[in-house]
Structures are given as C-alpha cells and as structure tokens.
C-alpha cells in the first residue's frame, strides 16, 4: 500500500488523495473501477468529464501528477488568455479595460485602455493590421501587438503585456505565473457557471 502497488480506499485511493480530480470521473464510460479502486499514480487511461460536460480519455498520472486537464476548456482559456491578463493588470493599477470595442477607431480592438492611450492585440490579419496601425497612429494610440501561439507558454503571454504596459509607463512587478494561475481559477470558475453542460444543452 506505501508503495501503491495496492490500493487501499481511505488511504490511497484516487477519491481520498485527489477529491477535485476525482469528481471529474465519467462513471458512466468508467465500467468496473471507480476513484477508490486506483491510485494517484496508476498509468490507466480512464475517461473524465469535466463540469462543463466535456468528456475525454486520460491517463490517471497525467492528471494527478501532469496537472492535465479538459483539453476543450483549456484551449478556450488559453485564446483568451492575452485579453484577461490585460485586464487582470489594468484592474491592479485601477484602469478600464475596453474589450472588442469598435468605438475608438471603427474597427474592434481586442483589449484598448482608453486613460494610457494603449490598444493591446494579439490575433488579426494583415490587411486589418494595417488598417489599425494606420488609424491608432493617427489617434495617438499605442497599438502594441501580443502573438498569438497556437501552443504557446501562457507565462510568456504574461511577461510579453506587461512589456506592453511599460510602452505606455505602466510598470508592473509581479509573478507570471501566479497571475495565469489567478485567471486560469477565475476563468474556470466563470466557464462552469456560465456554460450549460452538454446534458443540459441536449435537453433544452
């Protein structure tokens, strides 16, 4: 049992030693084994689902000990990552963030702070970027833009707008990867709150 080549429930099964893990376990694809009948560092792949309702094949030591998660709602957070650190950073230094707004120069910006003059973008195309350089310039707006990576470390997202804060004499000292950790829970707080699960979508 110490060495977890046994399994017993109470000690070290998956139910006692992860409860947030395990209440992610798709009981209905999971035929035989439940949460008290493996271990936190068992190579099984088994199936999850998660509280959005996103069902998909891991193994148990890739969640535990990996931290993986739902793939579907990681790949939402991490396309929305740039704008919520741009406002998880405007937010400390007490300043609004304007998201998708087309007001300021008739075509949306993903993120523009209206009192440092700062528009910070990370996807687009080359004809619309030319046209938003063209316009920002013109306003006396600073159009700073964030690339976009497909499979990109968020942490490097984090260090890349605060770099863009500075441009317009914002500075911000903080940890880069205690602020994803900040908008990764909130974000997965606000996407189970917000978001039916498939089940309820299927019976609407």
Known sequence: VCADRAVLPGYNDLATTDPEISCEWNDEKNEG?????????????VWWKCPCGHSWKA?????TIEGLRCRTCEKEFHDAVPQLLVMLYAGRNGLKVH?????????????????????IES?????????????????????VRVP?????????????????????HVYISS???????????????????????????ADS
């Open 33 to 45: 084994i439940s949460p008290t009948s493996i271990s936190r560092n068992s190579l099984r792949s």
């Open 59 to 63: 193994r148990v030591r890739d969640r």
């Open 99 to 119: 998201v998708n707004s087309d007001k300021e120069i008739g075509i949306p910006l993903e993120a523009y702070i209206p009192e440092i003059s700062l528009a």
């Open 123 to 143: 996807g687009g195309t080359a004809s619309t970027d030319l046209i938003k350089d063209y316009i920002c310039n013109k306003r006396g707006i600073k159009l």
């Open 148 to 168: 976009h990576r497909k499979n990109g470390d968020e942490a490097v997202y984090a260090r890349e707008i605060k770099q863009a804060f500075q441009k317009a």
């Open 175 to 201: 940890d880069e990867r205690k602020d994803v950790d900040i908008i990764h829970k909130k974000f997965s707080a606000w996407r189970t709150k917000t978001t039916p699960t498939i089940e309820n979508r």
